[in-house]
């Protein structure tokens, strides 16, 4: 009992300090978080094109004692449009593959260098490899599941509710499973973000670029997870598009944690974070058999 006493009280010391780092530091805090996560149990292809630009690339991870086929995740990270490297959210890759998934971590091109829609039309293309090479890693080629964290969940989004991405590629929305975006601006003007508006400034109707434009009966089932002190995306933008998407139809729920912000909602898919909300139990559990998770809070703007 001592022994695991220990245990927990050193993986929350670890936790404390990972984040303390990557609040200070940015996102060079987060090869502090990959440092202490678990990388045991899973088998790692790093680098994959799926696209002939350099940042048309992805990291796979899967379970190295679980035969195929697997559901396949393919998961978008963060960073305002504007950087972010699919190396830094191993932690998140590694530990949805430890559940079972084949998980794709992918890079997409962004801003300066290009502006919206490319890096949406980037993340298509991801689906369409993951459709044609996951079975040559142990995954399934349908119903591809996609999961995304802030900038990412609004890829995600646009994938998800937005045909005409997949429909580009030679793909439908049914090649898709469910989604679950973290923190997502699913209902943001551009045009009222300063950082960001420039990645969206050419467009003559910015709903364009709004998820919540896009929602009809037609996409998949959609888990929305929010930190409800979030103040990067504040939480009902979550709770604005799951009304909208049940009213079309569409299965979903909008799920918000206390005392939970931005930057904690991603890191509590892993280990030793996994203490700060239940988002990575949520996340498998909706995943794997679409099942809801009770709602932990209402969401205060």
């Given amino acids: 009992m001592m022994r695991t006493f220990f245990k927990k009280k050193t993986a929350f010391l670890a936790a404390a300090v990972a984040l303390t780092v ?19 149990g899973v088998n790692e292809t790093a680098g ?7 940042r048309q690339t992805l990291d796979l991870y899967r379970p190295s004692d679980r035969p195929g086929p697997l559901p396949t995740i393919l998961f978008f990270y963060g960073g305002s449009w504007k ?26 091109r962004v801003y300066p260098e ?20 996951a079975g040559d890693y142990g995954g399934e080629t349908k119903d591809i ?8 969940a609004h890829i995600a989004a646009m994938i998800a509710l937005d045909g005409t991405y997949l429909e580009k590629v030679g793909l439908s929305q049914s090649v898709l499973g469910r989604w679950v975006g973290l923190a997502g601006p699913y209902a943001f003007y551009p045009s009222e973000i300063d950082y ?19 929602v009809d009966g037609k996409s998949p089932p959609a888990l929305l997870l929010h930190g ?21 139809g569409v299965a979903s729920a909008a799920r918000f944690y206390d005392g939970i912000g931005h930057a904690k909602l991603v890191l509590s898919l892993s280990e030793p974070f996994t203490g700060f909300a239940p988002s990575f139990v949520d996340t498998v559990s909706f995943l794997k058999n679409g099942a809801f998770p009770e709602t932990r809070t209402a969401a205060h703007d």
């Fill in 22 to 40: 990557m609040l200070v530091q940015g996102c060079s805090g987060l090869d502090m978080v990959n440092a202490v996560a678990p990388d045991d």
């Fill in 48 to 54: 994959i094109g799926y696209g002939n630009h350099p």
């Fill in 83 to 108: 950087g972010g490297h699919k190396e830094d959210y191993a932690f998140a890759g590694r530990a949805l593959a430890r559940a079972g998934f084949l998980v794709a971590v992918a890079d997409y």
């Fill in 114 to 133: 290009i502006a919206f829609p490319t890096f949406v039309e980037d993340g298509a293309k991801a689906v369409r490899w993951l459709t044609e090479h």
């Fill in 145 to 152: 599941h996609v999961v995304g964290h802030s900038a990412g």
């Fill in 196 to 214: 960001v508006s420039a990645i969206f400034q050419h467009l003559e109707d910015e709903d364009a670029a709004r998820p919540i434009t896009f």
């Fill in 228 to 248: 409800a002190d979030d103040e990067t995306v504040i939480p009902k933008h979550s709770r604005l598009l799951a009304a909208r998407l049940n009213a079309a």
